[in-house]
């Protein structure tokens, strides 16, 4: 069950980074009705993710990395980068909603170009944390690192 919730918010993250990608295309051929609507549906998955994440760490705790040694940095390294980024990521949007909300499009497109390669990090090594874990994860059974 603690790997099925975990696969769900992956599958939710990579779906939000899916829907990011679209969401630039739609502003860059210039529609202006879809983009909001994509980029608020990408944020809705993307909040979703949160709620299975933390779902699956409060019922079953952190999953433990037993995996080869010489890969344990690199691990840790993408999982370090992946929740600090994770974590800036959520201010920054609710940042570019607000600018675009208030029609403040000349602070909005500066900030949306630094959170979109952010935020596609982000889902992309969610995905990959999820894949190395499902073969070298270990469940610790309680929240502990
Ligand atoms: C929440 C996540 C959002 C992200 C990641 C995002 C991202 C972007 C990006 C990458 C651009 C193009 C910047 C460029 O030209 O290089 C842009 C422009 C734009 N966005 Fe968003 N956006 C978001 C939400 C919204 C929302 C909610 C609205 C409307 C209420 C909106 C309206 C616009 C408009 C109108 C432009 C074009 C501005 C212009 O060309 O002057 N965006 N956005």
Redesign the pocket.
């Known amino acids: 069950m603690g790997q099925t919730l975990g696969d769900i918010a992956a599958a939710l993250i990579a779906l939000s980074g899916i829907a ?1 990608i679209i ?2 295309i739609f ?2 051929r210039g529609d ?1 009705v879809w ?2 609507r994509i ?2 549906t ?2 809705a998955l993307a909040a979703l993710f949160l709620v299975f994440y933390l779902l699956k760490w409060g019922l079953y705790g952190t999953t433990r990395y037993v995996g080869p040694e010489e890969w344990r940095g690199a691990y840790y390294a993408l999982l370090i980068s992946h929740t600090l980024l994770a974590a800036i990521n959520g201010p920054l ?1 609710i940042w ?2 607000y600018n ?2 208030k029609g403040r ?2 602070i ?2 500066p900030w ?2 630094w ?2 390669p952010i ?1 596609l990090y982000v889902a992309a090594t969610g995905w990959v944390i999820d894949l190395v874990l499902r073969r070298y994860g270990e469940s610790t059974g309680s929240i502990r690192f």
């Open positions: 990011v969401g630039v502003i860059r202006r983009h909001p980029m608020l990408a944020t949007v570019l909603i675009a909300v499009f000349n909005h497109k949306a170009r959170t979109v935020w």
